[in-house]
Nanobody
Framework: QVQLVESGGGLVQAGGSLRLSCAAS????????TGWFRQAPGKEREFVAA????????YYADSVKGRFTISRDNTKNTVYLHMNSLKPEDTAVYYC??????????????????WGQGTQVTVSS
């Protein structure tokens, strides 16, 4: 069992930056590929970014590529999402997730076994 707790969300003006953190407890965090997803009101949950167990491979949704960076520190059992040049359309609840399956990373929600409770990001125009 893995417990995930996100933090770092908040209200920011367009063009600003935030860093989200996802702290994991329970089993060895380095065994899990991890990802960030987001869900805006009235919309389906969508993929944002993913990172492999070692942190050596990353993948981004086109909508955030070049603005967001995913990273992880396995010594701290934490994955991060650095968000720059934020836009109003980035407003959503952001969730981190962990997958025990053997793939390098995943861009759909289905393979992820564990999810955090989410943290709200609001970008004002």
């Amino acid at each position: 069992q893995v417990q995930l707790v996100e933090s770092g969300g908040g209200l920011v003006q367009a063009g600003g930056s935030l860093r989200l953190s996802c702290a994991a407890s329970g089993r060895t965090f380095s065994r899990y590929a991890t990802g960030w997803f987001r869900q805006a009101p009235g919309k389906e949950r969508e993929f944002v970014a993913a990172i492999s167990r070692s942190g050596g491979n990353t993948y981004y949704a086109d909508s955030v590529k070049g603005r967001f960076t995913i990273s992880r520190d396995n010594t701290k059992n934490t994955v991060y999402l650095h968000m720059n040049s934020l836009k109003p359309e980035d407003t959503a609840v952001y969730y981190c997730a962990a997958a025990s399956a053997s793939g390098t990373y995943y861009t759909s929600p289905a393979p992820y076994d564990y999810w955090g409770q989410g943290t709200q990001v609001t970008v004002s125009s």
